[in-house]
């Protein structure tokens, strides 16, 4: 049967039922064939729940699956195979499975290890995925922000997954997902008051940080504490210019800057008084933490520096 599907580009329900059941609700049915028999269920799941864009299986046991394809059409009725819906099949090849497909009626909805599988599955043996994977990604560079649009069980999240992987290189520390529902607002997503309890078992309110605000901060700290940055990049360019640069490079009125010997950079006065050395390593410390542990005229002179 599974490979009639397959050649007819069609799955089906058939209990022997050839009545067209497209107008029926789930009330319908249950009066139809009985609040608690099975074609009442089974046929609410296949003509009323299943949506266009739906991806769906055909399976065999628990652990095989036969085909992987997108429901293309709304429920009709057929005269060789019943209860029909039409289906582009996308992988056609038996896949092992090392979970557990459920068992609970011939309509199913996949748990979560099945749905991750099958979106690899489909879309990482898909070439045209990779590409389409990588233009988002230069997209995304450029503006910033990315609407992915399509039926539920396409490969959105996915596909999202996918891109922020690219983008962090697989880290996945840098990444976080929320799902917006009608009852979340500002408050949730930015910062909100929220309601705590004291010692005395009193309620009194105080501003919380969203998961967006959350995130910002997480990130700035990243960068604090030696997460991803371009400090090197910025410092090799900047010792360049100042290199090249046929001017002084002024640092404030009466001082400007020189790279020595060592590639670090020398704060020299007009005055001629004995320059000040800014290394590498304590202007990166300092990036980190504005309040890095110095004398104060020196980390003024560092501060001075990292606005440049």
Known sequence: MEKKF??????AVDYGVNKNLSRMSKEDLQIEFGRNDIKAVEFNKFINEIQIGDIVILKQGRHQILAIGEVISDYFLDDSFDQVRGVNWLKSESIEFSGN?????TVFKA???????VESTLFESNNEFIKKRSRYTDVLKSSKNIILRGAPGTGKTYLARQIASELTGG?????DFVQFHPSYDYTDFVEGLRPVSNDNSQISFELQDGIFKKF???ANEAQKTGGLDNFDEAW???LEYVNNRDEKERLTDFSYL????????????ESKSQATV????YVYELYKDENYLKQTYYRSQGKKFLKR
């Not at 397959?6 to 799955?11: E, P």
């Not at 748990?111 to 599988?117: G, Q």
């Not at 020189?258 to 006065?269: A, D, I, L, P, Q």
């Open 6 to 11: 397959i050649a007819n580009k069609i799955i």
């Open 101 to 105: 497909i459920p068992t609970n009626g």
């Open 111 to 117: 748990n979560n290890e099945l749905i991750k599988f």
């Open 171 to 175: 880290n996945e520390e840098q990444i």
């Open 216 to 218: 910002c901060q997480k």
């Open 236 to 238: 090799n360019a900047y």
């Open 258 to 269: 020189t790279v020595n010997s060592r590639n670090n950079f020398n704060v020299n006065y």
């Open 278 to 281: 800014l290394t590498k390593s």
